[in-house]
């Protein structure tokens, strides 16, 4: 089991950029595909980005790619998560997440993700 806990949250002007990590504990985050999630007050939680576990192949929400960067560095078990030219529609909790092992897919569903942070808030001011 993989021990996550976000870090980088705040708040930002619309246009702005912010940092996301997520440092994880535990001997399994080399071998493990790593996503992010967000979920906005009265919606559902929502994939943001997800990287394999070596790092050479991620995912994207439609809603995000050219914008938002995720990238890890296993010497720090940690993954990040850049966001550049944030929305007001990014405003949310968002939280890292630990995939289950399915070989090489890389999931957008949160059920297939089974250790979780406890999430960071962004807020984007317009």
């Known amino acids: 089991q993989v021990q996550l806990v976000e870090s980088g949250g705040g708040l930002v002007q619309a246009g702005g950029s912010l940092r996301l990590s997520c440092a994880a504990s535990?001997?399994?985050?080399?071998?493990?595909?790593m996503g992010w999630f967000r979920q906005a007050p009265g919606k559902e939680r929502e994939f943001v980005a997800a990287?394999?576990?070596?790092?050479?192949?991620?995912r994207y929400a439609d809603s995000v790619k050219g914008r938002f960067t995720i990238s890890r560095d296993n010497a720090k078990n940690t993954v990040y998560l850049q966001m550049n030219s944030l929305k007001p529609e990014d405003t949310a909790v968002y939280y890292c997440?630990?995939?289950?092992?399915?070989?090489?897919?890389?999931?957008?569903?949160?059920?297939?993700?089974?250790?979780w942070g406890q999430g960071t808030q962004v807020t984007v001011s317009s």
């Open positions: 997440a630990a995939q289950a092992a399915l070989g090489l897919f890389i999931s957008n569903s949160p059920a297939d993700f089974g250790s």
């Open positions: 535990g001997r399994t985050f080399s071998s493990t595909t």
């Open positions: 990287i394999s576990s070596g790092g050479g192949r991620t």
